[in-house]
């Protein structure tokens, strides 16, 4: 089965605190994804990667960074959390032909 | 530009019915791929179907079944015999082949069964 696992469920931050999001795959899959998906507005992409260091910005990268330091890997990173940053993140990854799969979801919350 | 719609809003039925969901895309690429994903609510997205499109055939899994007409650019997707565990909010989204990294999605459609 595959497996995306993100570092929490659940994350309560204060504005202008720096946020990490952890996501890690065991299926050694190249390409990893964060989205973030808020009502009304649907599952927009953040960032993606097809590589260790190699990094694509989405459609709404303002206010994110990512990291990518080993293949199984992806972090998601709000340099300084604000409230319009309060959403659900998905992160994912896929390989040639399969996925894209999704891990569980972080709820953040910034207040 | 590449657009899909998920009419559908919201559908109730009742345990046992059959029930379909509709998805119209918009590509101008011929090479693309379609998939379906459902998420309960603990919120995680489930991977249920992936298609190319130059696969035509329509898909067969246990209860689900998916319906791909490019004639008429859809991918619906059918459940047949529902059941109180299918109550999510379904996906259906699309990546074209020269930039297979980025998937647009549906708004969804919330599908709830009652017992």
């Known amino acids: 089965d595959v497996k995306v696992t993100q570092s929490s469920r659940y994350l309560v931050k204060r504005t202008g605190e720096k946020v990490f999001l952890e996501c890690v795959q065991d299926?050694?899959?190249?390409?990893m994804f964060w989205y973030r998906q808020d009502p009304g507005l649907g599952l927009r992409l953040i960032y993606f990667s097809y590589d260790v260091k190699m990094k694509e910005k989405g459609d709404i990268p303002e206010g994110y960074s990512v990291s990518r330091e080993k293949k199984e890997r992806f972090s998601l990173i709000l340099e300084s959390a604000s409230t319009n940053q309060t959403s659900m993140y998905l992160c994912?990854?896929?390989?040639?032909?399969?996925?894209?799969?999704f891990g569980p979801g972080t709820r953040l919350t910034v207040t | 530009a590449q657009k899909v719609t998920q009419a559908q809003t919201e559908i109730s039925v009742v345990e046992k019915e059959d029930v379909t969901l509709d998805c119209v895309y918009e590509t101008r690429d011929t090479t693309y791929y379609l998939f379906w994903y459902k998420q309960p609510p603990s919120g995680e997205l489930v991977f249920l179907i992936r298609r190319n499109s130059f696969d035509e055939q329509n898909e067969i899994s246990g209860r689900y079944s998916w319906n791909f007409q490019k004639s008429t650019s859809s991918f619906n997707f059918t459940i047949t015999a529902s059941q109180v565990v299918d109550s999510a909010v379904y996906f259906c989204?699309?990546?074209?082949?020269?930039?297979?990294?980025?998937?647009?999605f549906g708004t969804g459609t919330r599908l709830q069964v009652f017992p």
């Open positions: 989204a699309l990546s074209e082949a020269r930039n297979t990294d980025k998937l647009i």
């Open positions: 299926m050694d899959h190249e390409n």
């Open positions: 994912a990854s896929r390989s040639t032909g399969h996925g894209p799969y």
